[in-house]
């Protein structure tokens, strides 16, 4: 039999039976019920309570830290600062994500971790904190990017030097690397347009928004073990990175991950999991540590905010002829911002020969940012969509024209030196041309407004096994976490394969001990990685089922075929056998030859880019500069739609939380650099009363690389919502606003200076 590495192409004329419906998702139940179990629902016998102690300062050196008062309170069971941490140098990985989870030489931020206590109550460690006596020198802070990169700014970092300059320097700075990206000859480029566009944007930091707090449960038991139970997309990750901040062997952290309420990017990085593990190994009992709402504004990582320049030239047809991009990201207290993404991405959609793009990574006293989907790239297209927009009007060509007439196509080679395979681009901006909401008339005292999104789609190291109970029901071990529902797109797969109903195959969440590595549950890899792993699972166990019903039989292996769930003869030549489902080979074989089993490990490549267009209406006030949402419709190609309402969600889900990016959503720092809106209070997320029912078009333009065709659809969804907002409300008023959010005060200030101009 042939398995997934030796045929994993797409066979367009294979009738499916499963993967395109819409079965009842497994999980749904208990997360209804309230039987699912979230980050906060563990619970062990002698367990304390974690809490935290965040320094009220920006950008402080901590002289000493007096815990005496804390650990004579009764109840108190441990105390750690960073003494209780490993000493690892400034500037290393582990360094730097030891210096997140606990401050060392200085405090960073606004809520930055300072000591942790765990004891018998909650109400008795919080009164603990407030007996820690924490000498600050008080340092001067520097909060945007933008200032962290001039003379004079605050230097958080003595060992910090640019990566990535033309002559490296030799002093501390804020910048942490450079990066040029670039293809053909720009000069040429802009010499060949008859039209340029110029213009600067940036973009504030914003969160993720993710329903459920960080919450763990960690043991750390005397002979070195260490047992954790959180909500995270990366248990793997997770385990090893633990490994290298506590100096501890990867071997002995087992992490067990809990059902996730949402993610986003923004659980890929540990907050109170280390601490919570030093306050049990102290203590000598489990610990459970959850972070208040507070918390997460104050000590999580937020999205990158940015500051920007997009300069784009274009012929009079509309062929665009040079790109330009000066893009500064902030990265908070230490570099891994990810934006590296954003200049492989920000012009990918579009087929031009001459880019060029310089990237800067900048610290500041503000947490480390966290992904969020697209990590990086969102905010930068919102500019880079609004000059292609620009462009089109000055020549009077429709918008999506514009876009047609530099599409990229299979064969296009990326700036990040790809070839791209088949792809489904142009096929969108067809769909979203003919959809009914493009071709309707514009409401009166509205603005329209379209934008394209582009993701690479990612594979990565995936391990996963599948058992064949006696019965012929079916069980996969998957070690990447849920974050999406991808439990039952993995189930449908594995069903189509094996010739069964979906209901027959249940989704186990493995813990770190149970399974190889699995990469983060992020970037849109896990139901195209699971599902490339399952599928050679399946036929793995097709083969043993082939070999075993050939025993049965008494007939050599190639007189037997699989299809539709049962072994039967290859031709009426083979003897006159009634089909063997598999419950059948099971019950007969289990006990001369054991289970059927499979496992596979594999780092999984071809996942094949996806692109997106939305369409969307907007109303704006311009009394108040309130912006309305009236209708919205996403286009984009998902390859193959597994499970189309699982795809829709997505799609919707990603526009709404564009909508709120769009809009309302960002950090808001006082002069002091202490966090303003730390609350869903001041923190403006959409509800339900500021979004449209969001329409959907599902493209299917198959990725040939996986046999069901399937291509991530995780973060094409928030890419282009901006930009196309955006655009729409420049429609609207008349001017194009250039900053996120495009709040009520930012409106309102344009209407007003335009109405002055």
Known sequence: MATILEDSKFDANRELDIVGTNPVKQDGLDKVTGRAKFGADFFLPGMLYGRILRSPHAHAIIKSIDVSAA????????????????????????????????????????????????????????????????????LPHVIDPVDAMKPGAPILHDHIRTKGLDEPNDTPTNVTERMVSKMGDIEEGFAAADFIVEREFDSKPMHQGYIEPQGCVAEYSEDGQVELWCC????????????????????????????????????????????????????????????????????????SGTSYKIKMGCTKDGKITAAQGELVFQTGIFTGSMY??????????????????????????????NSFRAPCVPQIVFGVEGVIDELARKIGMDPIDMRLKNAATEGYTTIYGETLGPIG??????????????????????????????????????????????????????????????????????????????????????????????RVTAGSRTTYSVGMTVVDNARECIAQFVKRAAEIWDVPEDAVVFEDGQCRPASGNVGDFEPLSIADITKQTT?????????????????????GLHIVDVKVDEETGRTDV??????????????????EGQYQGGAVQGIGWALNEEYVYGDDGRLQNASFLDYRM???????????????VPNPRHPFGLRGVGEVPVVPTMAAIGNAIGNAIGIRPQSLPMSPPKLLELIDNAAKS
């Open 71 to 138: 650990e004579a309170l009764p109840g108190v069971k441990a105390v750690v600062t960073r003494d209780d941490f490993p000493d690892l140098p400034p500037g290393s990985a582990a360094g730097d994500m030891t210096r997140t989870a606990m401050a060392r030489e200085k405090a960073l931020f606004d809520g930055h971790p300072v000591a942790a206590v765990a004891a018998t109550t909650e109400a008795i460690a919080k009164r603990a904190l407030k007996l820690i006596k924490v000498d600050y020198e008080v």
């Open 232 to 303: 995270t997309q990366a248990p793997f990750v997770y385990r090893d990175r633990l490994s290298a901040v506590l100096k501890i062997d990867a071997a002995k952290i087992n992490i067990q991950q809990s059902e996730l309420g949402g993610g986003f990017g923004g659980k890929t990085g540990f907050y109170p999991e280390p601490i919570a593990i030093q306050l049990s190994k102290k203590a000598t009992r489990p610990v459970k540590m959850v972070l208040s709402r507070g918390e997460v504004f104050r000590g999580t990582g937020p999205v």
């Open 340 to 369: 590296f993404n954003a200049p492989n991405a920000m012009f990918t959609r579009y087929d031009l020969e001459n880019v060029y793009i310089e990237s800067f990574e900048v610290v500041s006293n503000r947490p480390k940012v």
């Open 425 to 518: 681009f142009v096929e969108t901006l067809e769909a979203a041309k003919a959809c009914e909401h493009y071709q309707s008339p514009v409401p009166e005292g509205q603005g329209r407004g379209v934008a394209s999104g582009f993701w690479f789609n990612r594979g990565g190291e995936t391990s996963t096994s599948m058992n064949i109970a006696p019965d012929g029901s079916v069980t996969i071990i998957t070690g990447t976490a849920d974050v999406a529902g991808s439990r039952i797109s993995i189930a449908m797969m594995a069903a189509e394969e094996l010739g069964i109903p979906v209901d027959k195959v249940r989704i186990t969440m493995a813990d770190t001990n149970s399974l190889g590595f699995n």
């Open 591 to 611: 006990m001369s030859h054991g289970a059927v089993t499979a496992s596979t490990s594999m780092n999984v490549t071809g996942a094949g880019p996806g692109f």
């Open 630 to 647: 009236t209708r919205y419709t996403v286009v984009e190609d998902a390859g193959k739609a597994i499970h189309p309402l699982q795809v």
């Open 686 to 700: 959409p509800v339900t009363s500021d979004v449209p029912m969001i329409d959907t078009v599902i493209v299917e």
